[in-house]
Structures are given as C-alpha cells and as structure tokens.
C-alpha cells in the first residue's frame, strides 16, 4: 500500500508543554487522516480526523492541521497531561476509498 | 466496549498450523477490516470486507484468507504458521469515514 511516515517514532515532554506529531503521505487522491490513540494493552481509539476539504480542526486540547500540497498532516496537543501518554498512530486513506494506511506510531510520554 | 467483537483474546499455536480469528463488526456497520500490530511494523492493513465482498486488499500474506458471512462477521484464516506471524490481530468496522477497532486477538507461534 501507499506509505505513511511518521515522526518522531518517541516523543518525551514535561506536563504542561505542547506535543506535536507530523506525518506524510504518498498517495494524491487520499483524502480522510484520523488520529488514533492506543494505550498500552488496549485497542487503537479514534481521537480526531480531518478531511482532504478542511485544513484545520480542533477539538478541546486537539488540533490536526492538514496541507494537502505538500501531503502532511500534524496533531497538536496543548496543556499535555500525563494521561496523554500513548502510542498516536496517524493514517490516511488508500486513496478515495476508506481501508487506511497507518504510520508506524509515535510514543509520548509526559512526564508529571 | 466499541461494540467490534473479536474472538478469541488469545491464541497459542505450534508452527505449521492453522487458525481461525473471529470478528463480529458493530451493528449496521458493512464493512471489516483486518489489521496485524506487530512491535516493528506498526499497524499493517491486511484486507477489508464490504458486505460480504473483498474490498481492498493490502499487505496479506497467501497463507492468510479472510471471508465475510451473510451476518456480516468476519474469519481470518492463518495457516502454515510461522513464528514471525505472532502479533496481535485487530479487526476493526466502519460505514463511511472513520473505524472502530476491536479488542484484538493476540496470537503467539511456539
């Protein structure tokens, strides 16, 4: 499938502080990326997406800004608490159908 | 609970053999999709599901099948199996935009 590359692969930050996590994509006519959320032993939770005709979205502590120019798409998270620590896994559709393509995940870690 | 079940929670297996994963997606959802997590590869997409038809496929090995029942659940059949295949075995369902993942099932190969 098209590759979706994600970096940084661990992400360490103090309580309090921004985290950011950026990720490209190959293929042109993707047009979904959602942000999943996976804690240790549990199942991957959809956390916020944005679509290929908006080029920001926010939700609370949340933002993922979208450039479709230069296929790449970031998540912001503001105010980090240590409960945000997690693997975020970024993802983006094959194509315009809706099976996704994953990053190989990003770890954040926020210390208290 | 998303709703996504997946049986069973765990799977001990020899090489060499066969298993069946089991997935039964939300209801009013059409589509599955299956998803191996291994600690280097991240989140592979293996194939997708639509209303009992093979929709997309993705990185699926020829030793893997999959089908999708009148009933909308989904098998994942793994055979010939080799210790590289032990991983945990996501299945996730969706309408349009945006999936549910299952709890996953995570096989191990002796």
């Known amino acids: 499938g098209e590759n979706v590359e994600q970096h940084p692969s661990t992400l360490s930050v103090q309580e309090g502080d921004s985290a950011v996590i950026k990720c490209t994509y190959s293929d042109s006519a993707s047009n979904y990326f959602p942000w999943y959320k996976q804690e240790l032993g549990k199942r991957p939770q959809l956390i916020i997406d944005i679509r290929s005709n908006v080029g920001e979205k926010k939700d609370q502590r949340i933002a993922v800004t979208l450039n479709k120019t230069a296929k790449h798409f970031s998540l912001h998270i503001t105010e980090t608490q240590p409960e945000d620590s997690a693997v975020y896994f970024c993802a983006a559709t094959q194509g315009s159908g809706y099976a996704l393509n994953f990053g190989k995940g990003t770890s954040l870690l926020v210390t208290p | 609970d998303s709703g996504v079940t997946q049986t069973p929670k765990h799977l001990i297996t020899a090489t060499g053999q066969r298993v069946t994963l089991r997935c039964s997606p939300r209801s009013g959802d059409l589509s599955v999709y299956w998803y191996q997590q291994s600690l280097d590869q991240g989140l592979q997409f293996l194939i997708q599901?639509?209303?009992?038809?093979?929709?997309a496929k993705g990185n699926i090995l020829e030793r893997f099948s999959a089908q999708q029942f009148p009933d909308l659940h989904s098998e994942l059949n793994l055979s010939s199996l080799e210790l590289g295949d032990s991983a945990l075995y996501f299945c996730?369902?969706?309408?349009?935009?945006?999936?549910?993942f299952g709890s996953g099932t995570r096989l191990t190969v002796v």
């Open positions: 599901y639509y209303n009992g038809e093979e929709r």
């Open positions: 996730a369902s969706g309408g349009d935009y945006g999936y549910t």
